[in-house]
């Protein structure tokens, strides 16, 4: 399908759903709106509170997925790899060359024109924040594919060494970690995700100063294991009983909602919203260990989904993707038709 036909097919579903109104569609004619896409690591679809987990508690984007137009059958890989690459491609990951997560399988191929040099092509300025898992060799690295801002972990994980990442990333793995900026590879403070979304929060303001439209990905590693969050998002999970992994990870979640709300706050101040684009979504299904609660066990809350991350099941595939533009897109909205990563494109 050529890619008019696909912008169109994609217009079609909006319209008919009434996620976008006809006037609304005909006026999008030259706009360039701000495009922010948080994906998170790991992350399945029952691992929020407003899909039905009994355990968690993510307020900021349960509101958000209130307001959101909601696809509600979207489709991805079952690993990050190549999702990322799909979306980075709007191709297939394996005609990509991107068949797995390890072993260089992971690199994107160099003929790809990425989703951020197309966007430059009409003005954009492009920034990665987090994650990028597509080859860590210098012609590979974000900042050769199209991205002016990087500030990004090595390998698939942060503490990966064996892999690409930091050595010194071995230690007090997700906090103080050691990244790549641009060309510069530097000491951080503080916990990962706080990192990563303050770093975008800089950049995103700078744009917005100079009046630059902009992509921002802001692509965390968490919760993504080794399962480590500061303490204050682990302790009432240990206080009410749980392990020692489901407070990590679950607090790590917490922690990205948080982090979520402050991105909501400060683009609703800066009055940006109108003209934004805002995208949440997870990179495969949820990966997580058995729960264990005053030491019975149990099994996470997985939306009624059979199958996990690496599984070609709807558990390993199916993830949340909440889409924001205010006046353009309808609120509380749900498109139930069948959509995937490579439609992002």
Same mark, same amino acid.
């Given at each position: 399908m050529s890619s008019l036909k696909r912008m169109l097919a994609w217009l079609s579903v909006l319209i008919v759903a009434g996620?976008?109104?006809?006037?609304?569609?005909?006026?999008l004619k030259g706009r360039r709106p701000n495009i922010i896409l948080v994906m998170t690591d790991d992350q399945g679809m029952g691992d929020l509170s407003c899909m039905g987990n009994p355990i968690l508690k993510t307020p900021h984007l349960d509101r958000f997925c209130e307001q959101s137009t909601r696809f509600t059958d979207f489709q991805v890989s079952p690993t990050c790899a190549p999702t990322r690459a799909a979306i980075m491609s709007g191709r297939a990951p394996f005609k990509n060359g991107v068949t797995h997560t390890i072993l260089q399988r992971e690199r994107m191929a160099l003929d790809t024109f990425t989703l951020p040099q197309a966007l430059k092509t009409a003005g954009y300025a492009t920034g990665i924040f987090g994650k990028w898992h597509l080859g860590d060799e210098e012609e590979y690295l974000p900042g050769s594919r199209g991205f002016d801002e990087v500030l990004i972990?090595?390998?698939?994980?942060?503490?990966?060494?064996?892999?690409? =990442?930091?050595?010194?990333?071995?230690? =007090?793995?997700?906090?103080d970690n050691?990244?790549?900026?641009?060309?510069?590879?530097?000491?951080?403070?503080?916990?990962?995700?706080?990192?990563?979304?303050?770093?975008?929060?800089?950049?995103?303001?700078?744009?917005?100063a100079a009046g630059t439209p902009y992509f921002a990905y802001i692509a965390l590693?968490?919760?993504?294991?080794?399962?480590?969050?500061?303490?204050?998002?682990?302790?009432r999970f240990l206080?009410?009983?749980?392990?020692?992994?489901?407070?990590?990870?679950?607090?790590?979640?917490?922690?990205?909602?948080?982090?979520?709300?402050?991105?909501?706050?400060?683009?609703?101040?800066?009055?940006?919203?109108?003209?934004t684009l805002?995208?949440?979504?997870?990179?495969?299904?949820m990966s997580m260990p058995a729960i264990s609660?005053?030491?019975?066990?149990?099994?996470?809350?997985?939306?009624?989904?059979?199958?996990?991350?690496?599984?070609?099941?709807?558990?390993?595939?199916?993830?949340?993707?909440?889409?924001?533009?205010?006046?353009?897109?309808?609120?509380?909205?749900?498109? =139930?038709?069948?959509?995937?990563?490579?439609?992002?494109?």
């Open positions: 996620a976008v109104t006809v006037d609304a569609a005909s006026d972990h090595g390998a698939g994980g942060i503490g990966q060494v064996g892999l690409g =990442d930091f050595p010194p990333n071995k230690e =007090d793995c997700y906090f050691v990244l790549l900026h641009n060309d510069t590879i530097v000491k951080t403070k503080g916990f990962c995700t706080d990192l990563f979304f303050q770093a975008g929060l800089a950049w995103i303001k700078q744009q917005k590693n968490a919760p993504h294991g080794p399962y480590f969050a500061p303490e204050q998002y682990k302790k206080d009410a009983g749980y392990d020692e992994k489901t407070a990590g990870r679950y607090g790590m979640i917490e922690n990205i909602d948080d982090n979520f709300g402050l991105l909501w706050k400060k683009l609703n101040a800066w009055k940006a919203l109108d003209n805002l995208i949440f979504m997870t990179d495969n299904g609660l005053n030491g019975k066990k149990q099994r996470p809350f997985n939306a009624d989904m059979r199958g996990g991350k690496n599984s070609p099941n709807e558990g390993g595939t199916h993830v949340p993707a909440f889409w924001y533009w205010n006046g353009v897109l309808g609120q509380g909205v749900d498109i =139930d038709a069948l959509t995937a990563h490579i439609d992002l494109y």
